[in-house]
């Protein structure tokens, strides 16, 4: 009978929890179909302003044009936004005791950040005086209260930043969850646990277990999510750290570096506009990693500002597709070779059949220059500074100069207005001339960074090149490497140093179109040449664009002191956002590369902030890669796991074939979580593993270690690990970044290399 009681009252505590759930999930529905309401006002008026502008482009007046181009890009945008699909678009909540004083800022929410004097009663309570709702952007009703407040906005910050320890005004913070227009769950944290606080005369509720936790338990897609509902203190106070000068952010494994720079970019966009009108750049290690994080800021409310390129698409008409082996890539990302590059691009102007002899005809004489003057010429002509390409006229000069010397008429007049003229007539006639022009072709051709890269693959020309600069054998395979077809993420920055090396001839302007509304209003023929507009000259500006206001480096230990070279020249004048971990680091010379990269953001001042928690480990998970992490770099701490699965990574040795026990294992994690599954191996095995996986469907990928930098999956699987940490100098590195993939589950397949032991354990990875 007792038992019955109890268990009457269990279910009656439990039922009161559910309805309590159902009501706050009401409340937040009711909300959540106002601000939709009042979207869908906001749509039509940006409607009706584009159809207005269009109409008042018909006047026909310069002025009108001018004016309807600017509404119509202004509306366009705006309804954009607005028309987003945003999945959670409203996702926070917090509730607020009064403030110290009652001044609102632009957002109609109040400013106070501490709580006024009596706020919290004697006995421990308090009344609600402020509740703010956080979305993806701002929005506000028709008396321009706030409906929503956008997450970058200052009054959002308590959301990411109250704790127990330091709450501020905030007594309860809300996290909802929704998809489409439905409120589907919310979960709440108490920052103020000893507070009884009244909303509305009853009191305040708390629901579910936390809002963390239920965030990192979510399963995995080959696409990242934002963080933007479950953002840490530490993460907001780097993603909202003033832009001036460097912002340095280290930070191990699953501490949401990349998450943080995503944000970041949004943030400053919001709190500055007009400052990085000249675009941001986001800078990512790989292909995969831009497609993993290139949905991240249109659902933050951003786009088109924001440009997130691969290290090996950053120079326009070429990409990278191939892999440089280890010894390649270090000679090629070397600060060495520079120096390569600079005596290749002097000497690749030879290669084209070049002339020994020039002949011209000049004042009824023959005049000519043999090879040991053109020789001294060229020399003279180098020894300019500026780009190869554009010491052309210098060079042309310097011919005429010794032409002119040759035909003996420089002491034909005494006056210097008709020495003067008489030189003038002599440039024009010899200049003009055909034989001089196909010489200057020939001798002094435009050169292309293709070209001389294509040209740098001759053994014996790279040698000569390359003299006390690399050895022998590196200048084998460096030659070797550049015959293949395609290029590598280490060529890439080669071409773009050539690109600086060569210059490029300044081209003719072409004419641009006319509007055809133009046409249309008769205003051609008052116009012969249509200014441009100011959306079509951001636009075009977009596409020209070789520097950028920010730039944010992702994954930044990984860049070699040429990449560091390529990157620099985009951000001369811009302020930088630097995210890294030394520890993980594949670049087998790190000082070289730190030396690069202060010398790439200059003078500028440095702010440095470091991300401590692992929210993408359990423990267990962390637990092991950290004993790699003592070998790859020791005394170096790793972040501090927030969870436990209680799941202990899986170790198994290879059958009779590689492919058919890493098969298995990838089937049996496919059948243990929801998300993905991602097998890591030695880059050699890139293909064969591929392989291995097929028809396994689209939740499980293969990729070589160096692919999988900045991912992460529900389960992986890292295959012989010896492989992995011997394939270059950096390799232990590499194979810490392999083992810190999974948020859920772990498995590790040793071969004979890794000499496990009767558990299946590596020999790198025992105690």
Not at 95 to 123: F, I, N, Q, W
Not at 440 to 447: K, Q, T
Not at 506 to 525: S, V
């Amino acid at each position: 009978m007792a038992a019955q009681v109890q268990q009457s009252a269990v279910g009656s505590v439990r039922d009161a929890h559910e309805s309590v759930r159902d009501r706050e999930i009401g409340v937040e529905q009711e909300h959540l179909d106002r601000v939709y309401r009042r979207l869908e006002e906001k749509i039509h008026e940006a409607e009706f302003v584009m159809n207005d502008a269009v109409k008042r482009g018909q006047v026909g007046t310069p002025g009108a044009l001018a004016e309807r181009d600017a509404q119509v890009f202004r509306a366009g945008v705006h309804l954009n936004r607005l028309n987003n699909e945003f999945e959670d678009f409203l996702f926070g909540r917090i509730d607020l005791l009064l403030g110290k004083d009652g001044k609102k800022g632009p957002d109609g929410a109040y400013t106070a950040v501490e709580p006024a004097e009596g706020a919290v009663r004697e006995d421990n309570t308090a009344d609600i005086a402020e509740t703010l709702h956080i979305g993806r952007i701002g929005v506000l009703d028709e008396d321009y209260a706030p409906l929503v407040i956008d997450w970058r906005a200052p009054a959002a910050a308590p959301f990411y930043r109250a704790t127990p320890v330091d709450p501020g005004r905030v007594v309860r913070r809300r996290v909802i969850r929704s998809k489409g227009r439905r409120v589907l769950g919310v979960e709440d944290d108490l920052m103020r646990p000893e507070l009884t606080a009244y909303l509305d005369g009853r009191e305040l509720p708390a629901i579910g277990d936390g809002a963390l936790m239920a965030a990192l338990g979510q399963a995995r897609s080959h696409t990242m999510r934002d963080i933007v509902s479950s953002i840490q203190a530490e993460q907001d106070l780097v993603i909202r750290a003033p832009a001036a000068s460097v912002t340095y952010v280290e930070g191990g494994p699953g501490t949401g570096k990349t998450a943080v720079a995503l944000h970041r970019a949004a943030y400053l966009l919001y709190q500055d506009r007009r400052r990085y009108a000249g675009g941001i750049l986001i800078v990512s290690p790989t292909p995969l990693l831009v497609a993993y994080t290139e949905g991240v800021l249109p659902s933050l409310g951003e786009e088109g500002q924001v440009a997130i390129r691969a290290i090996g698409s950053l120079v326009d008409g070429v990409e990278a597709t191939l892999y440089d082996s280890p010894a390649v890539a270090r000679a090629k990302g070397s600060h060495r070779m520079l120096k390569v590059l600079r005596k290749a691009a002097r000497g690749a102007l030879e290669l084209k059949d070049c002339p020994e002899r020039l002949r011209v005809v000049a004042f009824g004489r023959r005049l000519e220059l043999e090879a040991a003057e053109l020789d001294r010429i060229r020399r003279n002509a180098l020894g300019g500074t500026a780009p190869v390409n554009l010491l052309r006229p210098r060079a042309r000069k310097l011919l005429l100069d010794a032409l002119w010397a040759k035909s003996g008429a420089a002491g034909r007049h005494t006056d210097p207005e008709l020495a003067a003229e008489l030189r003038s007539s002599f440039d024009e006639d010899v200049s003009t001339e055909d034989s001089f022009l196909a010489f200057l072709e020939s001798w002094w051709p435009e050169l292309t960074p293709k070209g001389v890269l294509a040209a740098m693959a001759d053994d014996r020309r790279l040698g000569r090149w390359a003299r006390r600069v690399l050895n022998p054998g590196e200048v084998r395979k460096v030659a070797r490497a550049l015959k293949r077809d395609g290029y590598t993420v280490h060529d890439i920055a080669m071409l773009d140093e050539l690109q600086a090396i060569l210059g490029a001839p300044a081209r003719p302007k072409k004419k641009r179109e006319l509007d055809p509304l133009d046409l249309l209003t008769g205003l051609d023929e008052l116009m012969p040449v249509r200014e441009e507009t100011q959306r079509e000259r951001a636009e075009r500006l977009a596409q020209e664009r070789t520097e950028y206001a920010h730039v944010i480096v992702d994954e930044a230990q990984d860049l070699t002191p040429m990449q560091w070279r390529m990157v620099g020249r985009r951000g001369r004048h811009a302020t930088w956002t630097v995210v890294g971990d030394p520890a993980q680091s594949s670049w087998s010379d790190p000082d070289e590369a730190a030396e690069a990269r202060e010398e790439a953001l200059g003078t500028r001042p440095r702010r440095r902030f470091q991300l401590t928690v692992n929210y993408r480990n359990p423990a267990e998970i962390a637990e092991l890669a950290a004993r790699v992490l003592a070998l790859a770099m020791p005394g170096s701490e790793a972040p501090s796991a927030v969870r436990s699965t209680g799941v202990e990574p899986r170790f198994t040795v290879v059958g009779e074939v590689l492919g058919d026990t890493v098969r298995a294992e990838a089937e049996r994690l496919l059948g243990l979580v929801d998300g993905t599954v991602g097998v890591v191996v030695a880059m050699h095995r890139r293909e064969e593993a591929r392989r291995w996986l097929a028809g396994l469907g689209d939740r499980v990928v293969a990729l070589g270690s160096l692919e999988a930098k900045g991912l992460e999956y529900d389960a992986t699987v890292v295959v012989s690990p010896a492989e992995i940490a011997d394939e270059s100098p950096a390799g232990l590195r590499v194979l810490y970044v392999a083992l810190t993939r999974a948020t859920q589950q772990l498995t590790l397949v040793a071969g004979e290399r890794d000499e496990p032991d009767a558990a299946g354990v590596p020999d790198l990875l025992r105690d």
